[in-house]
C-alpha cells in the first residue's frame, strides 16, 4: 500500500509563486514515474508534469517555462515550483503514481491563483 500526501496549496495573488510537495509512503518511488495533475472546477483533471526514475520530465504546453517538477528519491518526495502563476492555474492539485500493479492518488491541495 502506497500514500500519498499532498502540501504547499495557498492562496497567491497572480505573478506569485508556490512549491508543492508530495510525501510518499510505503514503498520506495525511485523507480517510479511521477506525476502532478490538476483539476479545475467544471472541468476534467489533466496532467501537468510528471518525471520519470531517471529524472526526465514532461510538462503541459500550459505550464512550460513556469513549472518543474523534481524528486528526492532520498526523502521519497517529489515536487512542483510553480512560478508565474495566472488565474487558470486556480486548481486542485494531485499527485499520482501508476506502479506496483495499481493507481495511488494524494487527496490533494488546493492553489487558487487570485488578486
Known sequence: QVQLVESGGGLVQPGGSLRLSCLASGRS???????????????????????????????????????????????????????????????VYYCHVNSWGSDYWGQGTQVTVSS
Do not use: C
Open 29 to 91: 518511488i525511485s523507480i517510479a514515474v511521477m506525476n502532478w495533475y490538476r483539476q479545475a472546477p467544471g472541468k476534467q483533471r489533466e496532467l501537468v508534469a510528471h518525471i520519470t526514475s531517471s529524472g526526465s520530465t514532461t510538462y503541459a504546453d500550459s505550464v512550460k517555462g513556469r513549472f518543474t517538477i523534481s524528486r528526492d528519491n532520498a526523502k521519497n518526495t517529489v515536487y512542483l515550483q510553480m512560478n508565474s502563476l495566472k488565474p487558470e492555474d486556480t486548481a
